[in-house]
């Protein structure tokens, strides 16, 4: 088990943090969303392999972690939030994790943000960081885990550092936009962890920023994480980046459907330009939201070569040699090791024309490795 | 690519049928919801290999074959549905499947339900029929495909043939019933099809029978025929019957989130108790519908083993290895390339006490051959 420790130098006023939308929260998030009302608060202690959910008595140990390292700091003892990935079910360590937070604590001084992203990361391949200079101050943002593309620890957290003041009243429904654009149009294998969570903390050093560069600047960190954390996954190789216009309120939650859909996951890990998958996955969704669908307004393209036009496949065996070679070029290597090579993307873009909205999600391929990670893990 | 027919000697006054509600149907489903206005239907003809979705020209190519098959017949020539299964987006031979017909009509007497149910098998293991005697009559039920299970097909396709009259205004409503209760009961990775339907025709030869023990003993047809499906498909080595209980109107919806999430399958593929995630899949349905959950009243059973008493899990080591070495007793070999040799399941048992309804739904595990089967397809 690994333990990562964030903390300012003085309590911050300004903080906000989004949590999942899990009807069965991890006891780290029922903590924190109770800590939320506070005044201040000055950071988080993280542990990975065990999730702290659903164990007897995990939101007392939640609860004592936080106050240890607190103490350890002399900070009050309810300054730090606490966050846990890992097994749902199992019980924390406590008396371990305990001994082992003044060597953490004593560490503080002498480390960075990279390893920080170091320490919270488990099967991740490399550490995640993200930064944008705004003005006199910066963003910036890590992340560990990969939604469900890392499904050993099932889960994300981004923790977000700024010296940029910004009100908390505006700084709480700005995170939640943000999230909603990047972090939350990311989707693996559709699984939602009880332990996501997404903090940011404001040491507030830097005032006089407008609340729109910050948002503006702020996104960039996110859309970049949320890309990272896709491409990062053990058993990922293609990103799928799925872009939808024309299907009003609903885009986004139809490019999910697609990127989702196991057929079409499947297809792109084979690079099988199988596009009639996409069409199913789309009109399946369409479908069962109570919806027609004029598919003679309807266009498709994969990486930019047109395969649907007005609701009718144009494919002959050549064009689909041409599509199976695009996706060869989008594939990386899941073999490496580290840092990717490059950061291709499989683009489909679906289009109803005369419709409003638009939307653009990030999903991975689903293929052996995957597998191998889920149906292996632990047995 | 195979041709199956099924007909009636007689046109049959009493027919039903129930459609994929995927908003991009193929081509024989458009055609079918047309000829379900009419008064009398007497058969289908199917094909496999191409499923004649999206394709220039289909809605006329599936007119052309049904009326082809008729003129042999020496029927009307709007008298039989046609149903297509396979790669979406290409065109159908048509030329080739009319130059094959009459050695199809010319078979006809001599050939068996069995038969019929071989002709349109695509990669089933086995062919697929259930029959429920009644009174006098009987119910006979054949299937194609697996939902997605099957997914080089993509597609289910059900027909089921009895000869004891229904009246037609009673009969729709039944089906659509039982299809709820069975067919849409099933999943195994989410997709629906283009081109999904379930038909029944009746010959109208046994009257009197009370229509509630005809559902009644069409339910029995149909759930063996669902169970098979999923237990049918290639890569499926677990078939999963979640059982859902006090989650009012959304017991089925989130029995379909357990057994859909690749988690769980994953899990349960690798014979992993790795109950954690079925709480984190059923959190995941639950908090997005907007609901909160009072974990204190929720049980949940792997295998008739409770794993979680009133929202917390009891887990030690030895717990899991009873559960593992029971997952493995309830795996069936892939290998197998006839029938299987047992109709084991994995049960899930979810619990909200004190809540109302309930729903059973079937899924299936996955593994590497899934991945294989549809990532190798066509590249």
New interface residues.
């Given amino acids: 088990m690994k333990l990562g420790l964030l903390v300012a130098d003085k309590p911050c006023s300004s903080f906000a943090a989004v949590f ?6 991890g006891h780290p998030v029922v903590l924190a969303r109770q800590r939320m009302q506070q005044a201040t608060m000055q950071g988080v202690v993280v542990n990975n392999k065990i ?1 702290n ?4 008595g995990g939101l007392q140990h939640a609860i004592e972690l936080s106050a240890e390292a607190s103490h350890l700091l002399d900070i009050p003892q309810d300054a730090l939030f606490a966050a846990s990935t890992g ?4 019980s924390l360590p406590v008396n371990d994790m305990k001994a082992a937070m003044p060597a953490l604590v004593e560490g503080l001084g002498s480390l960075t943000a990279v390893d920080f992203a170091q320490a919270i990361m488990t099967t991740d391949r490399y550490p995640k960081l993200r930064c944008q200079t705004l003005g006199a101050g910066s963003i910036l943002g890590v992340a560990k885990g990969a939604g ?1 593309i890392e ?1 050993n620890m ?1 889960t994300m957290l981004v923790f977000i550092v700024t010296d940029i003041h910004i009100d908390r009243d505006l700084l709480q429904p700005l995170l939640s936009r943000v999230v909603e654009q990047t972090f939350n149009s990311i989707s693996i ?6 332990s996501d969570m997404c903090m940011l903390f404001s040491s507030s050093m830097h005032h006089g920023v407008a609340v729109a560069d910050f948002e503006a600047a702020l996104i960039e960190v996110c859309k970049d994480l949320a890309a990272d954390i896709v491409r990062n996954g053990e058993g990922t190789s293609h990103v799928l980046r799925c872009s939808v216009k024309g299907f009003g309120d609903l885009c986004r939650s139809a490019g999910k459907a697609i990127i ?4 079409v996951k ?2 792109m ?9 996409i ?10 939201a109570g ?3 004029d ?1 003679s307004a ?1 266009f498709i393209r994969l990486q930019g070569i047109e ?2 036009t007005r ?5 002959d065996a050549k064009g689909e040699q041409q599509l ?1 070679a695009a996706l060869k070029q989008a594939a990386q290597d899941p073999a490496i090791g580290s840092f990717p090579e490059h950061e291709h993307f499989v683009d489909l873009e679906i289009e109803l024309q005369g419709g409003a909205g638009q939307a653009t999600v990030y999903g991975s391929d ?3 490795e ?3 990670e ?6």
């Fill in positions: 999942t939308r899990n009807a069965f929260p999730s959910v659903g164990a007897p097994i749902i079910g199992w469900m499904p099932g294998d559709s699984d939602q962890s009880t989702n859909s196991p057929l499947t297809a890990y084979g690079n099988d330009p199988n596009v009639g998958r069409v199913a996955a789309l009109g399946d969704f369409w479908g069962n919806k027609s669908l598919a309807l395969v649907m609701g009718v496949f144009h494919l199976s689903l293929g052996y995957y597998v191998r889920n149906a292996d893990y632990r047995s």
